[in-house]
């Protein structure tokens, strides 16, 4: 069955809103493992905006889990993140207007500094993923890079509406895992996942892991975070 990273920058976004110290997610980072998360993910950006280096630090010395550190391809965070050492680096695109990540890393056009990021993250030996959307030619690129797995961004299907748009969308996203399999890489997802749609996504053949953010925080409003957190598991642990 898929790992569950739970994705927990939007604490830090909370946080961020008053510049105070509270919420803390290093404290949610604890909550997320109780609640089953086998993964704690935070994404590290160029402007700070929410998650800060004094975060990855805590987080790196406090989670028993693996932790995931996602980043762009700039070289002060990669260095960042080659001392800090996560476990896992999942590379991602990065632009300052966006609300969240829009799509996927354009490794055709950037691929000089994709395999520059690769080569100091593995030097440092640390696990990396790049996070890419379905699309073919990004994908058979990925191997040659020298990443260890690929995150499917799954952002266009869980905006579609269900039934055909959906369905074309799951399509997509099942034949791009196959094709990331066949390459030998691991296979993961995220982006706009959710406790409605994730049930799809965790079925696909070897899925390996999942990364979860947004739902989670928004359901630990009403439900607290340790339990949020257990409910999607459940949800994916069903799928067999």
Partial sequence: MPELGVNIDHVATLRQARRTYEPDPVWAGAAAELGGADCITIHLREDRRHIQDRDLELLRQT??????????????????????????????????????TEGGLDVAGHRDA??????????????????????????????????DAVELHTGQYALSKS???QDD????????????RAA????????????????????????????????????????GLQQAVREIKNLIDAVR
Wanted: hydrophobic share 50%.
């Fill in 184 to 223: 030998g890489l691991a296979l993961h997802a995220g982006h706009g996942l959710n406790y409605h749609n994730v049930h799809a996504i965790a079925a696909i053949s070897d899925m390996h892991e999942l990364n979860i953010g947004h739902a989670i925080i928004a359901r630990a409003v009403f439900v």
């Fill in 163 to 165: 039934g055909r748009p």
């Fill in 63 to 100: 989670v028993s889990v693996k932790l995931n550190l996602e980043l762009a391809s700039a070289e002060e965070i990669v260095a960042i993140a080659c001392r800090v050492k996560p476990d896992q680096a999942t590379l991602v695109p990065e632009r300052r207007e966006e609300v969240t």
């Fill in 169 to 180: 969308e799951l399509a997509k996203l099942v034949a791009a895992g196959k094709q990331i």
């Fill in 114 to 147: 994709v395999a520059r990021s690769i080569d100091k993250l593995h030097d440092a030996g640390i696990y990396v993923s790049l996070f890419l959307d379905p699309d073919p030619r990004q994908l058979e690129l990925a191997k040659s890079l020298g990443a």
